[in-house]
């Protein structure tokens, strides 16, 4: 199936970012009270708790995040973090890989691991009957609390794993990301790859995984995420039931080091048989918990995060034809996450592109939007609050992440005012504060361009 | 390919995509049926939970009504369907929407074109008034089809031509079919767009774009009868039209394997096997294609399925194994075996031992908890997919849209839960011969070799 709007790349990092901008409904539903009451509580062995009851449906969604993704991945063991989640269903509480994936399969549920550069845990989805959710309970707690890291398990998945690894690095867009994260992030562990390298791969022991699961999987850092049909006596059962066993304050109080600023503007064109050059641009973006936030979230569904609304896909597609997908996103973490703009586009139309690109940015950092596109913009995302919560999964997602960066529980609440009160100044002041055009990493991979081509 | 597995319950290891099913007609509301006076039909979901409407529009011609020569120009058309009319001028209908607060695109298969928002249930008028508005004004200028056409070429560079696994899975169907036209890429032959012009899009829009072709379908916080009324006001005027008749286009009996290679850079091999097999056309009488499901469930339904089970954590011949079913679709069915050997291991072998796993089920058949199993996924599937009103919507009108009711959706549960053990061993034993299998191998080459001059771009319109 063919569709008129990439849903690739672009979706994936944009949706990261939408998840993390939920806004208020207050203008539409015209309530005072929260929009979705969430309870939140903490477990006798401190992990935090967030839930919210809706019957309409009969199923659940469960989940538990540890601050345990690939940005705690020391240097020499690129890959452990993900390893360690990966594994955790490989073989844990006297069962078998095969038997936790028929025994979830036996009920219908759906587990899964769950994987970011920050965060790292498990997600349920199960039938809410109590047989049904029960046993799929069962399994995961006994993934969660009981992994075993068979080493057969392990030799096995790292050989898969390398030769994935090789495969995607024949492949135009992952030789492009990796460029681009390299020359971003230097040696901060957003730069590295969450699936590893060869060499680190191959030297992840058992004991690696045991370790790291040790620390980061630990109870007073738990996030427990609970959304459908239960009651709230269930829902503490079950959260005791997922965290008490956990690993104890894990001694590493894993903290993650600064992202520098780029100190100039680097580049990096290397050549590959692909028909299309892709292209990214950008740098150090903001962190989740960045004042700017609000400003450089509605600033940037006006220069590229809108699809079709957005300028760069008006300049680069619309006008001119020039690339199918073409994009600018904001990737909010712990730590400044990434900013950038990505496009394919014909190798001989790449300079041109890359040049579009480069002015439209510069023009909106230098000029900010104007008043039509900011009012837009808010009508967009103001408009559109209903359809960021209207199923159990997006509730869901939401509030693990209010729950994992410690956003307050009225977000909702006061997200319109934080939209609406973002004005052309603001968006101006935050890109200039975040994004310096001249100072910015430029990698293109492909379409014939050679690599002593002046990107 | 098979990102889009609209319907068929093959699709419930992608969750949101699954069937609704048993709890859906006990526990949610009916679909309203309604036809306006000009033919077109009209399909209401009510689902109540939040202050939303999924609007969607489904034309019934794909890219296989297209005509060699042509190929793609389904996809260009639906491209083309955001450029303009004379009361909404180019972008105006993507940016109308978007200041709603809602969300807009399309997509094209090989069977329906469809068009769809999402938005505040309040903003439902709005996009039915610029559908119908597209649906019989477009302009289709020769301007804005020069540039697009140079999107949808880069569509196919991206989509397509930079990706081996894409090249192969082309190239397994334009050898797996010789006369039916699901032998056609949706997004059209490269030269085929190269040559296109604007007056290809205009028939095509003049052939198949009429109210008597069309479906709207909406899920969300509206009634029935509310929707009938709008669609009534804003769709009632337009006149239907003929449609062009249809040929069958039977692919004739195939008389033997046939084999592919495609060399594309890569680092590792893959095989695609694909056994030519029934498709559902009676859901009630019907039983093979019910048969199949659960064998591909069986097979690949979860990490534990036989597939994975035997090939990568038994004996780790393979660093991937897969088996898919599309059962519901206007043209010929397969079933398709997939598979990357582990370093080391060859093609050949990783070939012959997806083979023998489906002979094993020929010769030893399935055990009652593996059909459980599969038939517990599926129940469960239909629940989970009450969690997305995009998916509810898209189910409706991907059944309707081939010429199923949507109320097939739930005889398919139900007659899946049927299927026997012998059942499953029977299609096993009857379609995975060599007669009617196709076997497509990516022959992996150097990132360094250059490559083959591109051929002329032919005559630019």
Known sequence: ?455 | MRVFVLIWLTALSLGWFSAPGETWAAGSSAVHEYRLDNGMRILVKEDHRAPVAVSMVWYGAGSMDEFNGTTGVAHVLEHMMFKGTPKVPMGEFSRKIARAGGRDNAFTSRDYTAYFQTLHRDRLPLALELEADRMTNLLLTKEEFEKEIQVVMEERRWRTDDRPTALLYEALMATALKAHPYRQPVIGWMNDLQNMRVEDARDWYQRWYAPNNAILVVVGNVTGDEVHRLAREYFGAIPPRALPERKPQLEPDQRGMRRVVVKAPSELPSVYLAFRVPKLRDPEKDWEPYALDVLEGVLSGHEGARLTASLVRGSRLAASAGAGYQGTGRGPGFFLLTGTPSEGKTVAELEAALRAEVRRIAEEGVGREELDRVKAQVVAAQVFARDSMFAQASQMGALESIGLSHRTIDIMVDRIREVTPEQVQEVAARYFGDEALTVAVLDPQPLSQKRRAAPPAGARH
């Not at chain 1, 240097?75 to 890989?97: F, I, Q, R, V």
């Not at chain 1, 759906?110 to 009957?129: E, I, N, V």
């Not at chain 1, 006994?142 to 080493?151: D, K, N, S, T």
Request: glycine share 8%; with cysteine; aromatic share 8%.
């Open chain 1, 1 to 455: 199936m063919t569709a008129r709007r990439s849903f690739g790349a672009y979706e994936r990092i944009v949706r990261g970012v939408a998840w993390l901008c939920l806004l208020l409904v207050a203008s539409i539903a015209g309530k005072a009270y929260a929009l979705l009451p969430i309870q939140d509580w903490k477990t006798a062995s401190g992990a935090r708790v967030l839930l919210v009851v809706n019957n309409d449906l009969p199923m659940l969604d469960v989940s538990v995040d540890f601050p345990a993704g690939s940005g705690f991945d020391a240097p020499d063991k690129a890959g452990l973090a993900s390893y360690t989640n990966h594994l955790l269903k490989l073989g844990a509480g006297g069962l078998s890989e095969n038997e936790i994936s028929q025994r979830t399969a036996d009920v219908g549920a759906q587990l899964s691991g769950r994987f970011t550069a920050d965060r790292a845990g498990l997600y349920l989805r199960t039938l809410s009957s109590t047989k049904e959710r029960d046993r799929a309970l069962d399994v995961m707690t006994r993934v969660l609390l009981q992994p075993e890291f068979p080493a057969e398990a392990l030799a096995r998945e790292k050989a898969r794993g390398i030769a994935g690894l090789k495969e995607a690095d024949t492949r135009p867009d992952t030789i492009a990301s990796r460029a681009f994260r390299r020359l971003v992030f230097g040696d901060h562990p957003y730069g590295r790859r969450a699936a590893g390298e060869v060499e680190t791969v191959s030297a992840l022991t058992r004991a690696d995984l045991l370790d790291f699961y040790r620390r980061h999987y630990v109870a007073d850092r738990a996030v427990v995420s609970i959304m459908g049909d239960i009651t709230r006596v269930e829902a503490e059962r079950i959260a005791e039931l997922l965290t008490s066993k956990l690993p104890r304050g894990g001694d590493a109080q894993a903290s993650m080091p600064s992202v520098r600023a780029l100190e100039r503007p680097q580049s990096s064109v290397l050549s590959h048989p692909a028909s299309q050059a892709h292209i990214l641009v950008g740098g150090p973006g903001i962190r989740r918990s960045d004042p700017d936030y609000f400003p450089i979230f509605v600033g940037n569904y006006i220069l590229g995060g809108g699809g079709f609304a957005s300028r760069l896909n008006e300049e680069v597609r619309q006008k001119r034809g020039l690339a199918y997908s073409v994009y600018s996103a904001f990737v909010p973490l712990l730590r400044e996450g990434p900013f950038q703009i990505g496009l394919q586009t014909r190798g001989d139309q790449a300079q041109a592109a890359l040049k579009i690109v480069r002015e439209t940015l510069s023009t909106f950092v230098t000029s900010g939007p104007s008043e039509q596109e900011l009012e837009e913009a808010k009508n967009n995302l103001i408009g559109g609050f209903p359809m960021r919560i209207d199923s159990n999964r997006k509730i869901h997602e939401y509030l693990a992440t209010i729950g994992f960066y410690d956003l307050p529980l009225d977000y909702l609440d006061r997200f319109v005012e934080n939209i609406r009160k973002v004005s052309v100044n603001d968006i101006k002041a935050a890109f200039e504060r975040r994004i310096q055009p001249e100072r910015l990493v430029t990698v293109v991979v492909g379409g014939g361009v050679e690599p002593t081509a002046q990107p």
